[in-house]
């Protein structure tokens, strides 16, 4: 709806919407490797709809749509992985990863559409890093672009990453475009001064610096972005993999690392400092990370699909133009 009264011009906060956005295409993450062994299965819901997520006994991950195609019996729900396959528990058909349906134990000759196609809708995984990603589209279309190389989750050099993960009321759209926002980064964040950016895109990747080298970042598609935090000369990453659940939340995952340094060096001291400083308020310092700050405004905002900017404003509007490339099914009017 328009967001704008038809009277007065002013902003209509009644009519605006908090988020207009289909769920984007894109490689999303699902879990961490360690949380889904052979065998197991489970119901998870992302993506703006329920999923059965598995992995095979030889250990190959698997997701899913939870309605069988035979008679809409929910796999999830009694299903089991059987060897390589999940099982529908109503009349045992079987799938792979793939969505093909391998075997009926009491099928004579299989349907022909069995032998030509898959007929459970699956999503292709890739596992690497100790993570899994699904590719998503919501026609079903093959992935559009392979993830990319991250040297710091590939490397003995650099420490384990911790993890951390929260729950937030607001589209992925709105949680991204906080990198080209550097305003904020002074009047929410508490910067000492008002940073600079230079920003630039190349298909499905966007790249932004942000102080000259200080904040070096890039989003690879919706749902994954690294972002390198630098000082005196160390480097400390954040890796951001964020996935949209329904319309209206988001579940925002982090991985912070950094190489390894000999415990209570300088060196030690300044990388723990910078992912101090990534998540809330480092020592000796005043400005706030964007766990007590930005959770807040991301929470509580609603979407300006024609939004009043200035001359001091950020790349808003390129950082847009350019997410709209994952969005398959949309309004133009309203985002």
Not at 28 to 37: R, T
Not at 302 to 328: A, E, H, M, T
């Given at each position: 709806m328009n967001e704008m009264s038809p009277t007065t011009g002013l902003f209509w906060s009644k009519t605006a919407e908090k988020c207009p956005f289909p769920i984007p295409m894109g490689w999303f993450f699902v879990d961490y490797s360690e949380n889904i062994k052979p065998g197991e299965h489970r119901n998870i819901f992302m993506l703006d709809q329920e999923w059965v997520f598995f992995r095979t006994a030889g250990g190959k991950p698997g997701m899913s749509d939870p309605f069988c195609p035979h008679l809409g019996a929910h796999i999830g729900h009694g299903g089991k992985v059987v060897g390589e396959t999940i099982r529908c528990p109503?009349?045992?058909w079987g799938y792979n990863p793939e969505g093909w349906c391998t075997s009926i134990p009491y099928a004579t000759e299989m349907p022909p559409i069995t032998k030509r196609q898959p007929i459970l809708r699956t999503l292709p995984l890739v596992e690497k890093w100790g993570l899994i990603f699904a590719w998503y589209h919501p026609h079903a279309e093959p992935p559009k672009w392979e993830l990319p190389?991250?040297?710091?989750?590939?490397?003995?050099?650099?420490?384990?990453?911790?993890?951390?993960s929260w729950p937030i009321g607001t589209a992925i759209q709105e949680l991204a475009e906080n990198g080209v926002d550097y305003p904020h980064l002074k009047f929410l964040h508490g910067a000492s001064e008002m940073p600079t950016g230079q920003y630039r895109v190349d298909g499905p990747d966007a790249y932004v610096d942000i102080g000259n080298g200080y904040t070096v970042g890039h989003q690879q598609g919706p749902g994954l972005a690294i972002f390198r935090?630098?000082?005196?000369?160390?480097?400390?990453?954040?890796?951001?993999?964020?996935?949209p659940i329904t319309l209206e939340k988001s579940q925002m995952?982090?991985?912070?690392?950094h190489k390894r340094y000999p415990e209570g060096t300088k060196e030690a001291q300044v990388a723990k400092h910078?992912?101090?400083?990534?998540?809330?308020?480092?020592?000796?310092?005043?400005?706030?990370?964007?766990?007590?700050?930005?959770?807040?405004?991301?929470?509580?905002?609603?979407?300006?699909?024609?939004?009043?900017l200035c001359d001091g404003d950020g790349p808003i509007l390129k950082y847009r133009q350019w997410f709209r490339q994952f969005y398959v099914d949309y309004d133009p009017a309203k985002i």
């Amino acid at each position: 709806m328009n967001e704008m009264s038809p009277t007065t011009g002013l902003f209509w906060s009644k009519t605006a919407e908090k988020c207009p956005f289909p769920i984007p295409m894109g490689w999303f993450f699902v879990d961490y490797s360690e949380n889904i062994k052979p065998g197991e299965h489970r119901n998870i819901f992302m993506l703006d709809q329920e999923w059965v997520f598995f992995r095979t006994a030889g250990g190959k991950p698997g997701m899913s749509d939870p309605f069988c195609p035979h008679l809409g019996a929910h796999i999830g729900h009694g299903g089991k992985v059987v060897g390589e396959t999940i099982r529908c528990p109503f009349h045992h058909w079987g799938y792979n990863p793939e969505g093909w349906c391998t075997s009926i134990p009491y099928a004579t000759e299989m349907p022909p559409i069995t032998k030509r196609q898959p007929i459970l809708r699956t999503l292709p995984l890739v596992e690497k890093w100790g993570l899994i990603f699904a590719w998503y589209h919501p026609h079903a279309e093959p992935p559009k672009w392979e993830l990319p190389s991250i040297p710091e989750l590939e490397s003995d050099e650099y420490v384990k990453p911790m993890r951390r993960s929260w729950p937030i009321g607001t589209a992925i759209q709105e949680l991204a475009e906080n990198g080209v926002d550097y305003p904020h980064l002074k009047f929410l964040h508490g910067a000492s001064e008002m940073p600079t950016g230079q920003y630039r895109v190349d298909g499905p990747d966007a790249y932004v610096d942000i102080g000259n080298g200080y904040t070096v970042g890039h989003q690879q598609g919706p749902g994954l972005a690294i972002f390198r935090f630098n000082a005196q000369g160390i480097t400390s990453t954040m890796i951001s993999y964020t996935v949209p659940i329904t319309l209206e939340k988001s579940q925002m995952n982090m991985s912070f690392t950094h190489k390894r340094y000999p415990e209570g060096t300088k060196e030690a001291q300044v990388a723990k400092h910078l992912v101090d400083h990534m998540i809330g308020e480092a020592d000796g310092e005043e400005s706030a990370g964007f766990e007590s700050v930005d959770l807040i405004v991301w929470n509580n905002k609603k979407y300006r699909q024609k939004p009043i900017l200035c001359d001091g404003d950020g790349p808003i509007l390129k950082y847009r133009q350019w997410f709209r490339q994952f969005y398959v099914d949309y309004d133009p009017a309203k985002i």
